[in-house]
């Protein structure tokens, strides 16, 4: 009997060749397999992909494997790709579904599997439930066919999606005025899967791609992990300043989310990209069409949907909530605290790539620095201010849920706390408009504390209360 597996947020992660073993990935596939030929796939098509971590491409094969044991057939990339290039080839091959072996953003020793629908988006909760369900309590109960057999008679097809997804893209967004710019650009990859992206689409006029940490290496020197918060972009800050570029952007290990600096060599964090992104769309291109946001982002959303009138939809942490919401109310934007945006004529997946490509066409269109665009914002919605604390825990998660629910605070941060938001945490309202949320990782044994805030001398003391509240300080 082998240890039963759970799927978090996204799919399910592990630590390499401790539970993230061949049969365990196997055991996954099976489990995914099950469920797409309840769900009526029989004999489809399915899409598989990887990042750039240890043994990443081997662990894609033997998902292949599985899937043709149980009767499908399999496009599988060529090369570590990106997990939006991957979710528009789902789509683009109207195949059944896919499965991405990535861990997105953990640290190197660990790699993740995840899954998808049809339209290339996240499986919705009640799905991935399902999917867990059908997962065997051993090897014993996969089926698995031979990669090399399978090759041979086209059961596994290798494709390369980099033209079609181009393609694609430039229905979305014209190139040529970034092209033409004369904008130095640094372009961080974290050693993922964005690497040679931005040079291969940009290339061809003045503008010039600078690309750092841009090679396959699964231990990622020079940052703890590759997610695009510092300090893992601490380097690709210095090196905009050192090379007195316009702008850093910086995509995660498998490219879905993006960073953004300025040419200060400023982090611009997630929640004011995010609102950027927004106002991008709403103010430089006149689309008006639902947002959808997790309770974790940014409040300054609530403010441009009122602004633009456009209606503004707050969901669970996760794009197995956003992505459903985005097909449901054909959202303009989808997003969340992480670095995660989505896109209306896209698939309603991350994309860092297509994010960072709006990002440059706003600087291009307004003709303003990254600087320029924060102050732009925020003559729209006023200032507000972020950070996020994460800490290990041990021990329980009951018992600490409720020593938060008994903390019943009348003030955080020496601000009023207006109300309780149970939906994803424990998200607390205050009267300034800001918050503080504190929710359990849904892949990792970590606390996090978030905050937004109108006051930027409160933000610590907001952080510390929430620290107290969990029981971590």
């Given at each position: ?48 992909g990887y990042d750039k971590r240890f043994q990443s491409e081997n662990f894609a094969l033997a998902v292949a494997e599985v899937l043709v044991g149980n009767g499908f057939n399999v496009y599988l990339t060529k090369d570590a790709t990106p997990t939006p290039v991957i979710s528009f080839s789902i789509a683009n091959k109207k195949a059944a579904g896919g ?375």
């Amino acid at each position: 009997m082998s240890d039963k597996i759970h799927f978090g947020t996204d799919g399910w992660r592990g630590v390499i060749a401790e539970d993230y073993t061949f049969d365990n990935v196997r055991r996954c596939t099976q489990g995914f397999a099950s469920y797409l030929q309840e769900i009526g796939k029989s004999g489809q098509w399915v899409v598989v992909g990887y990042d750039k971590r240890f043994q990443s491409e081997n662990f894609a094969l033997a998902v292949a494997e599985v899937l043709v044991g149980n009767g499908f057939n399999v496009y599988l990339t060529k090369d570590a790709t990106p997990t939006p290039v991957i979710s528009f080839s789902i789509a683009n091959k109207k195949a059944a579904g896919g499965v991405n072996i990535t861990a997105s953003h953990n640290p190197p020793t660990d790699n993740g599997f995840k899954v998808r629908d049809q339209d290339g988006g996240a499986i919705a909760p009640e799905g991935l439930k399902l999917i867990e369900s059908h997962i065997p309590d051993s090897i014993k109960g996969v089926n698995r066919a031979s990669a090399s057999e399978a090759l041979a008679a086209n059961k596994i097809v290798r494709f390369d999606p980099t033209k079609d997804y181009i393609q694609h893209l430039q229905t979305l967004i014209d190139l040529d005025p970034i092209r033409k710019a004369g904008l130095t650009i640094v372009v961080d990859a974290m050693w993922g899967n964005g690497a040679g992206w931005f040079t291969r689409l940009l290339s061809g006029g003045s503008t010039q791609v600078i690309e750092i940490h841009n090679e396959r290496n699964p231990i990622y020197p020079e940052m703890k992990r590759p997610e695009p918060i510092p300090p893992n972009i601490d380097v690709g800050l210095q090196r905009t300043v050192q090379e007195k570029a316009d702008v850093l952007i910086v995509t995660d290990g498998d490219a879905d989310r993006l960073g953004f600096g300025d040419e200060r060599g400023a982090f611009i964090n997630q929640l004011q990209t995010y609102a950027l992104l927004a106002y991008y769309l709403l103010e430089v291109r006149q689309e008006r069409g639902p947002i959808v946001k997790t309770l974790s982002t940014t409040s300054m959303l609530d403010k441009l949907g009122k602004l633009y009138q456009v209606p503004v939809y707050e969901t669970g942490v996760g794009f197995k909530y956003v992505a459903p919401k985005m097909k449901e109310t054909n959202a303009m934007i989808g997003g969340e605290e992480s670095g995660g945006y989505a896109f209306r004529g896209n698939v309603p997946e991350r994309d860092g790539i297509l994010a960072g490509l709006y990002i440059l066409d706003m600087i291009v269109k307004l003709k303003r620095k990254p600087s320029e665009l924060i102050t732009l914002l925020f003559d729209k919605v006023g200032p507000h201010y972020y950070d996020r604390i994460d800490t290990k825990f041990t021990g329980d998660r009951s018992s600490r849920e409720k020593m938060i629910l008994e903390a019943n605070p009348d003030t955080i941060g020496g601000l009023k706390v207006t109300g309780l938001n149970t939906l994803d945490g424990y998200k607390f309202c205050l009267e300034d408009g800001g918050w503080l949320l504190i929710r359990f990782s849904g892949t990792e044994p970590i606390i996090r504390v978030y905050c937004e805030t109108t006051h930027p001398e409160s933000v610590q003391s907001i952080l510390q209360d929430g620290l107290r509240i969990a029981g971590l300080s």
